[in-house]
């Protein structure tokens, strides 16, 4: 039997819904899992005032800042990027931000696919658009991303596209980010995230979101620098608590 026959095809880009309302799956897990997540550790979020105000499509928004009624980009879809550290930073975002409009996280399903029940799960709670890094996602990822912010949802992306190696410093990035905002016209907000690298009983983990960086004007590649630079500066210097670190390989490996 050969590979192709023994191993699940990749979904594709779209098989999964994208919308700003919240399923009522991903509310009831919310709901439970937040105040978990409280218990176990300790969050501190700064910036909550720079999120923009969501719960519009961009054509609604458009309208809407065209009669005055809402400031420019602070109503409608957007893109968030993030630095990734640990399997809990997606976790993180999905609890610091709004319910709606629902965050879109862009994802490989290789794993998933190989635990039904995780898949099932998955296609409940919905956020989630496949990419299949095998053949390098293809226009129907670009497609499924610009339909989801003309819809008035939200799409979360760690540009770096793996774990870093350490707490402080942030890898190269992928240009996608740069890209879907400009082709729609969509702010980019940077968020740091710091002590997620290795995770124990009431470790301390900040988040920092920045002011949220508009499209209109930029380029490519100055987005990408604009959008690198002010992650830079969000970061905050990382330094290893001393003390006990109860259930440090439990929590840090708990979702690999």
Same mark, same amino acid.
């Given at each position: 039997?050969?590979?192709?026959?023994?191993?699940?095809?990749?979904?594709?880009?779209?098989?999964?819904?994208?919308?700003?309302?919240?399923?009522?799956?991903?509310?009831?897990?919310?709901?439970?899992?937040?105040?978990?997540?409280?218990?176990?550790?300790?969050?501190?979020?700064?910036?909550? &005032?720079?999120?923009? /105000?969501?719960?519009?499509?961009?054509? *609604?928004?458009?309208?809407?800042?065209? =009669?005055?009624? @809402?400031? +420019?980009?602070?109503?409608?879809?957007?893109?968030?990027?993030?630095?990734?550290?640990?399997?809990?930073?997606?976790?993180?975002?999905?609890?610091?931000?709004?319910?709606?409009?629902?965050?879109?996280?862009?994802?490989?399903?290789?794993?998933?696919?190989?635990?039904?029940?995780?898949?099932?799960?998955?296609?409940?709670?919905?956020?989630?658009?496949?990419?299949?890094?095998?053949?390098?996602?293809?226009?129907?990822?670009?497609?499924?991303?610009?339909?989801?912010?003309?819809?008035?949802?939200?799409?979360?992306?760690?540009?770096?596209?793996?774990?870093?190696?350490? &707490?402080?410093?942030? /890898?190269?990035?992928?240009?996608?980010? *740069?890209?879907?905002?400009?082709?729609? =016209?969509?702010? @980019?907000? +940077?968020?740091?995230?710091?002590?997620?690298?290795?995770?124990?009983?009431?470790?301390?983990?900040?988040?920092?979101?920045?002011?949220?960086?508009?499209?209109?004007?930029?380029?490519?590649?100055?987005?990408?620098?604009?959008?690198?630079?002010?992650?830079?500066?969000?970061?905050?210097?990382?330094?290893?608590?001393?003390?006990?670190?109860?259930?440090?390989?439990?929590?840090?490996?708990?979702?690999?």
């Amino acid at each position: 039997m050969s590979e192709t026959e023994t191993q699940p095809a990749l979904p594709a880009a779209d098989v999964l819904p994208v919308q700003p309302q919240a399923t009522l799956a991903f509310r009831v897990i919310k709901a439970v899992v937040g105040p978990l997540f409280h218990l176990v550790f300790k969050f501190r979020v700064e910036g909550c &005032e720079h999120v923009p /105000q969501g719960g519009a499509s961009r054509t *609604a928004a458009r309208s809407d800042a065209s =009669r005055g009624d @809402v400031p +420019p980009q602070k109503k409608g879809p957007y893109l968030i990027i993030a630095n990734h550290l640990n399997w809990i930073d997606a976790w993180i975002l999905l609890l610091v931000f709004p319910t709606e409009p629902r965050l879109h996280f862009l994802a490989n399903p290789a794993n998933l696919i190989q635990h039904p029940i995780h898949w099932r799960v998955v296609k409940a709670v919905g956020g989630y658009i496949p990419v299949d890094l095998a053949h390098h996602a293809g226009a129907s990822l670009y497609q499924h991303v610009d339909r989801c912010l003309e819809r008035g949802g939200v799409v979360a992306i760690f540009p770096e596209a793996a774990y870093g190696p350490r &707490e402080g410093e942030l /890898q190269p990035f992928k240009r996608g980010f *740069a890209y879907f905002a400009i082709d729609n =016209r969509v702010p @980019v907000l +940077p968020v740091a995230l710091s002590g997620t690298k290795d995770l124990w009983l009431r470790k301390e983990i900040q988040v920092r979101i920045g002011q949220s960086i508009p499209a209109e004007g930029q380029t490519v590649d100055s987005l990408y620098e604009l959008a690198r630079r002010q992650m830079e500066e969000l970061l905050p210097e990382y330094r290893e608590p001393a003390g006990r670190k109860p259930l440090r390989k439990f929590l840090t490996r708990l979702l690999y």
